[in-house]
Each structure stands twice: as structure tokens, then as C-alpha cells.
């Protein structure tokens, strides 16, 4: 018998990922940039035994159905064609990030059982390796390994499709977090790049500007200037929303408060604090600002926002593994 319990933080991309080039091994049609968020991550605890007689996967606390477990025993059956192994697993996952709801609660799940199962295995696989399994549990999740600025290089194969650190993020970056609404959404990421990526005319002008963008924003990040940063961040995800909405099917994740919290932030640039809009495939929005600044543009925001849907995030660290008494918080032994 073996274990392991690994936390991992989401991560939310300022240069997005939209759309796959292979659907099997999860390869990006452009690289992404991301930022790995402290205040949203995924605890994970596996165990693996020959007694076990099926794999079982909980999620927050709730057995998950067979159609649920059959995805991750497909994840699962990676690692254990690495390590040579044919034991069934039990997963236990707590997500302490809205699960579906846009706020990249896959990427943080993903790499924490990536590196959960990494370590219960004794793969010893090092983090650029080990993001190219987690890219296939969910793209984002191969960000999720490391801390602050991470960049997911496209590549050309499974090998080489994976993350790099880029910058800590420690000077004075942070990310307030306006929940529009926590519910899971109803058009998946999956289903949702796959249209785009077949019917929309815009589709590709938004390829070639993403690998320019991700140019300009490390350049950035480099020479540590905030407003070209934040400008760049916010471009990208317009332009990812508009070429969704080009596609035959039109894919709109903006609901009424979406674009409430988008012209809030406007108003603040105008008020002459620097803050920038990025979102996801949901309907929440994320905005980017300097932590020492995040206090009063969360307070701004309770103008048009309950505080339970604002949160504050500083940037996040890379997977790491539970401590005991951690890990004894979920009732999860790791002895």
C-alpha cells in the first residue's frame, strides 16, 4: 500500500489556451501564460493498494458516479503504465475553488492528483515532466505545478507540450476574483473550443495574435511593467470572447454582471487605479491588480458586488505535498 496527499493552486491564464491541435493528447493550437492564485487550490490524497478491488473517486466528500470514475481511471491508467503497476487507486479530492463554474478548478484538480500520484508511485518524475501528464487530466493543470507567471509551450508532441516557470510573481501582482456566479456552466471548455475551433471565421487571426502576445507579455514581465502587463491580459481575453462568439453556434459566457464588473473596473482605470479584466470560459471575471491595491478595489467593487463574491489573491506557489496534520484535517492518513 501506498499514499500520497498534494496540494496544488488553480492558475488563470492572462494569455489563454483556446483550442486543441490533437483532443486525445490534449496539445494547444497556441502556447499560454498563466498566473497561479494562492487563495484557490485543490487538496488531493490517493491510495493505492492490491487489496482495493475497483479504482473509487471522491469528490468533496461525495462518491462520484461510475461515468465520473471512468475519466479519472483513464488518467490514472497513465501512471500506471509509467510506473509498470496495475493496483486499482482511491482518489479523494477536495476542491476549495467553485467546481466548473470558469474559475479553473480542473487545472488545480489535475495537477494535485498528478503530483499525488507522481509521489504514492515513486515516478520521481521532475515538474516539466510531470506537466506533460497533467496536460492530459486538463490543459490548464499543466501550468498548475509551478508558481507565479508559468508558460504552457505548445510544442510539437506530448514530450515537449509542457510548462516552464517564467517569473515568482513577487513584485506586487495580485488578482481580486469577482464570482458572478459559482454554478457549473452550461457549455464545457471542451465543447466550447471545439466549436470554436470549426466554425468560427476568427479563429485564426486569434492564433497568430495569442504567439504575439505571449512575445510582448514576457517582455513585460521581464522588465516588471505593470500597465503593459494588465493591457496585454485584458486584450487576450477579449479577443478570445470575440472569436467565440464568431463561431456558428455562438458562445457567450458573459452574463449581465459580467459586464457590470467589466465597466466597474473601466471606471477605476479612469479613477487612476491601474486594474485590468481577464475571464475565462464562464462568466466570472478576474482582474488584475497590485496587491498592496487589491483592499480598495475590492472595496470599490461591494458598490455593485456582495464581499461573499469578491476574493483577494496573492500569486500562488507550486504543488507541494500535505503535512500530516494536514492531511488529518480531511481524516486522510498518510501513516
Excluded at 459559482?182 to 475551433?197: D, E, N, P, Y
Excluded at 479577443?239 to 457567450?252: L, Y
Excluded at 475590492?298 to 489573491?313: G, P, V
Aim: aromatic share 8%; with cysteine; proline share 3%.
Amino acid at each position: 500500500m501506498s499514499k500520497a496527499a498534494v496540494r496544488a493552486h488553480t492558475n488563470i491564464a492572462l494569455i489563454k489556451y483556446w483550442g486543441k491541435a490533437d483532443e486525445e493528447l490534449f496539445l494547444p493550437m497556441n502556447s499560454s501564460l498563466s498566473l497561479t492564485l494562492n487563495g484557490l487550490y485543490t487538496d488531493t490524497f490517493v491510495e493505492i493498494s492490491d487489496a482495493f478491488t475497483e479504482d473509487q473517486f471522491r469528490l468533496n466528500g461525495q462518491l462520484q458516479s461510475e461515468k465520473e470514475t471512468a475519466k479519472i481511471s483513464h488518467f490514472l491508467d497513465l501512471f500506471r503504465k509509467e510506473a509498470n503497476r496495475n493496483e486499482f487507486i482511491h482518489v479523494d479530492s477536495v476542491n476549495h475553488v467553485p467546481t466548473a463554474a470558469g474559475l479553473a478548478s480542473s487545472a488545480s484538480a489535475f495537477a494535485a492528483l498528478a503530483g499525488a500520484l507522481n509521489m504514492a508511485m515513486g515516478l520521481n518524475m521532475d515538474l516539466q515532466t510531470l506537466s506533460t501528464f497533467a496536460r492530459r487530466g486538463s490543459g490548464s493543470a499543466t501550468r498548475s505545478l509551478f508558481g507565479g507567471f508559468v508558460e504552457w509551450q505548445k510544442g510539437s508532441s506530448s514530450k515537449d507540450s509542457m510548462a516552464i516557470p517564467v517569473d515568482d510573481a513577487d513584485w506586487d501582482i495580485g488578482m481580486v476574483i469577482v464570482a458572478v456566479n459559482k454554478s457549473a456552466k452550461k457549455i464545457s471548455s471542451r465543447l466550447g473550443m471545439k466549436q470554436t475551433v470549426e466554425t468560427s471565421p476568427f479563429y485564426p487571426a486569434w492564433v497568430e495574435s495569442a504567439e504575439k502576445d505571449l512575445v510582448a507579455i514576457k517582455k513585460a514581465i521581464q522588465v516588471q511593467d505593470f500597465e503593459k502587463l494588465g493591457q496585454i491580459t485584458e486584450h487576450s481575453a477579449m479577443k478570445m470572447h470575440g472569436s467565440m462568439m464568431g463561431a456558428a453556434t455562438p458562445i457567450i459566457y458573459f452574463e449581465p454582471d459580467s459586464i457590470k464588473a467589466i465597466q466597474a473596473v473601466r471606471e477605476l482605470r479612469e479613477q487612476g487605479i491601474l486594474c485590468y479584466v481577464t475571464m475565462d470560459a464562464g462568466p466570472n471575471v478576474k482582474v488584475l491588480c497590485r496587491l498592496s491595491e487589491a483592499e480598495k478595489i475590492k472595496e470599490k467593487l461591494t458598490a455593485y458586488f456582495s464581499t461573499e463574491q469578491l476574493l483577494i489573491s496573492g500569486p500562488g506557489k507550486g504543488i507541494r505535498s500535505l503535512t500530516p496534520e494536514e492531511a488529518a484535517e480531511y481524516d486522510w492518513s498518510l501513516t
